[in-house]
């Protein structure tokens, strides 16, 4: 299983564009393969000082995948390629 970590904060514009295309990306997933889960900054001092400039951040398996702009090619391209590792 793939565990996909979307990183952002509330009333965040390009957070939620990019919730929109992983939420499509995986839609394309059976329900076992990823797993998403939702970091804020505002909850985490530690994620606020790595990622602040830089939200909303995608990691894959705990790897950054990338950051303030996600593409839903290269983002489902990563996921296939993370299931056959």
């Not at 929109?20 to 995986?26: S, Y």
């Not at 393969?33 to 894959?60: G, N, Q, T």
Request: include cysteine.
């Amino acid at each position: 299983m793939t565990t996909l970590t979307v990183i952002g904060k509330p009333d965040c514009h390009l957070c939620d564009v990019a919730q929109g295309v992983v939420e499509a990306v995986v839609a394309d997933f059976p329900e076992d393969e990823v797993v998403v889960e939702h970091r804020s900054i505002v909850d985490d001092p530690a994620l606020h000082a790595e990622w602040w400039e830089k939200i909303p951040v995608v990691l894959i398996d705990g790897r950054l995948h990338t950051y303030w702009r996600v593409s839903a090619d290269r983002l489902g391209t990563a996921l296939r390629e993370a299931k056959q590792s």
